[in-house]
C-alpha cells in the first residue's frame, strides 16, 4: 500500500513562514505528479500547487502563488511545500498528492494521499 506521510505543520503567526515536506518509500515516486491541497473547515478541498516529475513545470493556485514555492527531490522520494507571508486565511489542513500522468488541480484526478498535516497561521 502506497503511504505518502506529511510533515512540517504548525502553529505560526501572521508573516511568518513553514515548510511542509511528503515523503514516501515507494520507488515510483519519481513517475508521480506530486501536488499540495488544503481543506479548511467546512469548505472543500482545494488545490495550492503542483509539480511535474522532473521539477521542469509547475502551478500555483492565484491565492498563493509569490508565497509558496513546491520542489522535490527525486533522489529522496520527498516533495515540499515552502510556504512564506503565511496569512490567517492559510490555515487548514495540508494534504500532499500524487497521481500517474500530468498536471490536475482536481482532487478526483489523484492516486494517493496523505494524512494531513495541521497548518494554522495566527493574527
Known amino acids: 500500500q502506497v503511504q505518502l506521510v506529511e510533515s512540517g505543520g504548525g502553529l505560526v503567526q501572521a508573516g511568518g513562514s513553514l515548510r511542509l515536506s511528503c515523503a514516501t518509500s515507494?520507488?515510483?515516486?519519481?513517475?508521480?505528479?506530486m501536488a499540495w491541497f488544503r481543506q479548511a473547515p467546512g469548505k472543500e478541498r482545494e488545490f495550492v500547487a503542483g509539480?511535474?516529475?522532473?521539477?521542469?513545470?509547475?502551478y500555483y493556485a492565484g491565492s498563493v502563488k509569490g508565497r509558496f514555492t513546491i520542489s522535490r527531490d527525486n533522489a529522496k522520494n520527498t516533495a515540499n511545500l515552502q510556504m512564506n507571508s503565511l496569512k490567517p486565511e492559510d490555515t487548514a489542513v495540508h494534504y500532499c498528492?500524487?497521481?500517474?500522468?500530468?498536471?490536475?488541480?482536481?482532487?478526483?484526478?489523484?492516486?494517493?494521499w496523505g494524512q494531513g498535516t495541521q497548518v494554522t497561521v495566527s493574527s
Open positions: 498528492a500524487a497521481k500517474r500522468g500530468g498536471y490536475s488541480s482536481s482532487p478526483d484526478r489523484y492516486d494517493y
Open positions: 515507494e520507488r515510483t515516486f519519481s513517475s508521480w505528479y
Open positions: 509539480i511535474n516529475w522532473s521539477a521542469s513545470t509547475t
